[in-house]
């Protein structure tokens, strides 16, 4: 049976509640395997939840990203460990690493209170996935470790982005390269490459970001998916036949 990831828990079309507590618990209450959330590190060092690598001021119309959460007022971002402290034991973790640094360190303290087999890292960077690999052949064995097709981040160097485009074009190559035990893939990118690379490799596949009712029902039902990522968990579920 494929399993279910609630994306930034599942939050649907309430933009405002993803990677909320509440949305979590609300993943929780309806039964997905997994929660998805996004782990990012502030100016001052603490992991946060939150999927862009900006907040914006929309009162000022400027940028207030590098500035300590308390500046702000109105600025709240759930930490890693309100998190993890929501959902040990009750539901396990897909963790949608954001970072180009810490990688490990955050990994080794997220496997420390969940546990290794109540969590799945994904991230879009080729060197964090040979790094946690590597640490987790020693200290956590049978962790699932996953490339993102996406690409990865660049730096604003043209050359680099240049590079990050050729790298993109070939996903099976930058998942063998990354020694990934998991091939996440974009719902298109499956389609047309990683889902076959994944059965002959002997490797799950985890398909992201799958909303659509025809397309959960074609991805729900795959026998060579392992596990989805959606926003609506209720429509995924519903389409398993």
């Known amino acids: 049976m494929v399993l279910v990831s609630a994306h930034r828990g599942g939050a649907g079309d309430d933009r405002s509640s993803e990677n909320t507590l509440a949305a979590f618990e609300t993943a929780i209450a309806l039964g997905c395997d997994y929660v998805e959330f996004d782990v990012r590190l502030t100016a001052d060092g603490t992991p946060v939840i939150f999927h862009n690598d900006a907040l914006w001021d929309v009162d000022t119309d400027r940028s207030i990203a590098g500035h300590r959460l308390d500046e702000f007022t109105g600025v709240v971002l759930v930490t890693l460990d309100e998190v993890l402290d929501l959902i040990a034991g009750r539901?396990?973790?897909?963790?949608?690493?954001?970072?180009?640094?810490?990688?490990?360190?955050?990994?080794?303290?997220?496997?420390?209170?969940?546990?290794?087999?109540?969590?799945?890292?994904?991230?879009?960077?080729?060197?964090?996935?040979?790094?946690?690999?590597?640490?987790?052949?020693?200290?956590?064995?049978?962790?699932?470790?996953?490339?993102?097709?996406?690409?990865?981040?660049?730096?604003?160097?043209p050359w680099v982005r240049r590079l990050v485009r050729l790298e993109a074009a070939f996903p099976r190559t930058r998942v063998w390269l990354s020694r990934a035990n998991l091939v996440v893939a974009h719902r298109h990118v499956a389609r047309w490459s990683l889902r076959s690379y994944a059965r002959r490799r002997g490797l799950p596949l985890l398909v992201w970001t799958v909303d659509r009712p025809s397309e959960l029902a074609g991805w729900m039902n795959d026998p060579a998916v392992w596990m989805v990522t959606t926003n609506y968990p209720e429509r995924a579920l519903a389409a398993v036949q």
């Open 91 to 157: 539901v396990k973790a897909h963790v949608d690493l954001k970072v180009r640094s810490r990688d490990v360190q955050l990994v080794e303290h997220i496997v420390t209170v969940l546990g290794v087999d109540s969590v799945v890292i994904t991230t879009a960077e080729d060197a964090s996935v040979r790094r946690i690999v590597a640490w987790s052949r020693v200290h956590a064995p049978g962790l699932l470790v996953g490339l993102s097709s996406s690409p990865r981040s660049w730096g604003g160097h």
